[in-house]
């Protein structure tokens, strides 16, 4: 019974996918970029295993190519590998480009976030010590800090023209933008179906969309 357990988040999926195709994934060694398309390679291999749902498959697909290791082994050069870690194609600039866009704005915030946590221990040591001396603290007023000045003005990636989709664009292998979340993102069209589209990131996670979501870029 304790074998087929349903996993209940991403990391224990995580840690079964790099047990299951270690040559593939890897939570300790320096990562490889996936196979574009490879969650339906997942999704084949691993059918009628009912420890892993589809929802919590891509949940950890999403969250293993947005790792700082992954990114940064999406690099010009470098080969996209199956489950099996054989080596296909090679990553192309533009994929390349993305991965380290987003690998510069993910450390970015991070050191934001620490930054941030300091500052508010700093405000929380300096709150207890005026409690602890209400006489020193009324000789020694600190100015209000003003957040805005602590932020860095980050130059912005280069805004590419977009266009909507006509019939003949939607094919399969058609590079495209897709919106998900707040941020277009580069895509490969990579099956075509009555329900929608499906298209590979170029972090190598597969969402299904409308063709209203979809943008050509020149």
């Not at 929802?55 to 790792?67: P, Q």
């Not at 090679?90 to 500052?119: C, F, G, M, T």
């Not at 209400?134 to 600190?142: C, F, V």
Request: proline residues 4%.
């Amino acid at each position: 019974m304790e074998d087929t357990q349903k996993f209940s988040n991403t990391k224990e999926v995580l840690a079964f996918l790099a047990e299951t195709f270690p040559k593939c994934f890897t939570l300790e060694n320096e990562a490889k970029p996936l196979k574009i398309g490879i969650f339906h390679d997942l999704a084949s291999r691993l059918e009628g295993d009912e420890r892993v749902s589809k929802r919590l498959l891509r949940m950890a697909l999403r969250h293993y190519t947005s790792g700082w290791k992954y990114l940064a082994s999406v690099k010009v050069g470098a080969f996209r590998v199956d489950l099996d870690g054989e080596a296909g194609d090679a990553v192309d600039q533009e994929h390349a480009e993305h991965a380290q866009v987003q690998l510069k704005e993910s450390k970015a915030k991070a050191a934001e976030k620490r930054q941030q946590l300091k500052q508010d221990a700093a405000q929380k040591r300096s709150y207890k010590n005026r409690a602890a001396n209400p006489a020193a603290a009324k000789r020694t007023k600190k100015p209000s800090a003003n957040r805005s000045d602590n932020k860095t003005n980050k130059p912005s990636a280069p805004r590419k023209v977009v266009k909507e989709l006509v019939e003949s664009d939607v094919v399969v292998g058609k590079q495209v933008s897709v919106k998900v979340g707040k941020t277009p993102m580069p895509a490969t069209i990579t099956d075509i179906s009555k329900d929608g589209i499906q298209v590979q990131l170029n972090s190598g996670m597969s969402v299904k969309v409308q063709r209203e979501q979809l943008r050509l870029v020149n």
